[in-house]
């Protein structure tokens, strides 16, 4: 997150905690990815907190470079697929399993097209007007962005419950603050926002939890 390492170490803490918390809850095997992604947010914030102490110390080395291949690890790589995989093993209408399988398959290209990038160009890290700026020389080609928002958004909607909608609005206007207020370093900050919702899914989960024993033994 821009601002500060204080800023994305305390969000780290308390949305891997709130993690942690999520898997205790998590009863069916099924919904574990799911319950696991606050607790991946929190380490990608953490990841931030450093990369901010090595840009305090004016490290340009090696351990400020691996630090940002790791957060673009978590931005091009992890999220694409894991977001709409985790809605697809709950998923359980098939022609909606089908659709998300697109979501996945789709997130996948992406994650493919980031490794791609990585390995050729690397990521690289700058603070600017007091934000975290991520870059690389492949830049953004048009329509990334919709992609990327699809890849990542776009389970949410097509998923069978109703309250996982509203997960995907609030991600949504995540982006929307981010991209209008904070273009500068969109990604850091659309993550920081998506990982404070996804503090969110601790009460899907437990939710599910108690629901779990009683679909599990209806008589």
Same mark, same amino acid.
């Given at each position: 997150?821009?601002?500060? /390492? ?5 969000? %780290?803490? $308390?949305? =891997?905690?709130? &993690?942690?918390? !999520? ?70 209408? /098939? ?5 998300? %399988?697109? $979501?996945? =398959?789709?997130? &996948?290209?992406? !994650? ?81 926002? =998506? ?25």
């Amino acid at each position: 997150m821009c601002f500060s /390492a204080s800023v994305s170490f305390t969000t %780290g803490l $308390v949305i =891997a905690t709130v &993690g942690v918390l !999520a898997l205790r809850q998590a009863r069916r095997p099924e919904i574990r990815l799911l319950a696991a992604i606050p607790l991946l947010f929190g380490v990608q914030q953490l990841t931030e907190g450093f990369i901010w102490l090595a840009l305090d110390r004016a490290d340009t080395g090696p351990a400020l470079h691996g630090l940002a291949q790791f957060y673009a690890f978590f931005v091009g790589m992890v999220w694409p697929v894991l977001i709409p995989l985790s809605l697809l093993l709950l998923e359980p209408h /098939a022609m909606r399993r089908r659709l998300i %399988g697109m $979501v996945v =398959a789709l997130g &996948g290209a992406m !994650a493919v097209y980031t490794l791609v990038v990585m390995a050729l160009y690397g990521f690289s890290v700058h603070v600017e007007h007091q934000c975290l700026v991520y870059q690389n020389p492949a830049g953004i080609w048009p329509g990334m962005e919709m992609v990327y928002l699809l890849a990542t958004c776009g389970a949410f909607f097509i998923a069978s419950d109703h309250r996982l909608h509203w997960l995907g609005v609030a991600n949504l206007v995540g982006f929307g603050i981010a991209a209008s207020f904070f273009s500068l370093n969109l990604p850091s900050v659309w993550c920081f926002c =998506a990982a404070v919702i996804s503090s969110l899914l601790y009460w899907y989960v437990r939710d599910d939890a108690r629901v779990a024993p009683v679909a599990a033994n209806p008589g």
